[in-house]
Nanobody, 123 residues
Framework: QVKLVESGGGLVQAGGSLRLSCAASGRTFSTYAMGWFRQAPGKEREFVAALSWSAGTTYNADSVKDRFTISRDNRENTVSLQMNSLKPEDTAVYYC????????????????WGQGTQVTVSS
């Protein structure tokens, strides 16, 4: 059974930092693109960042460029999202995702999804 489990969410003040982690199990994801999405209340799910299986290609949403950094460890089957200079508009449930194609993630779709972790940024 494939599982993606996020951790690291929480409450932080504007300007602060958080690091989200996602542990994947049930199969080897070393050939999969992995990424992060988020969904704020009343809004559609938004693509945040994704990394190809080799980590040679990275996509980031314009809203998080220069603030968020995605990374992965294929030996550990994990993907992380370092979030700096957080803003209240970053408040959302953040979801880990995995798909054979990074292009699919850019279209806000993915084969596998985690359950999500809440990130709340206070002003």
């Amino acid at each position: 059974q494939v599982k993606l489990v996020e951790s690291g969410g929480g409450l932080v003040q504007a300007g602060g930092s958080l690091r989200l982690s996602c542990a994947a199990s049930g199969r080897t994801f070393s050939t999969y693109a992995m990424g992060w999405f988020r969904q704020a209340p009343g809004k559609e799910r938004e693509f945040v960042a994704a990394l190809s299986w080799s980590a040679g290609t990275t996509y980031n949403a314009d809203s998080v460029k220069d603030r968020f950094t995605i990374s992965r460890d294929n030996r550990e089957n994990t993907v992380s999202l370092q979030m700096n200079s957080l803003k209240p508009e970053d408040t959302a449930v953040y979801y880990c995702a995995a798909d054979p194609s990074i292009a699919t993630m850019e279209q806000r779709r993915s084969q596998y999804w985690g359950q999500g972790t809440q990130v709340t940024v206070s002003s």
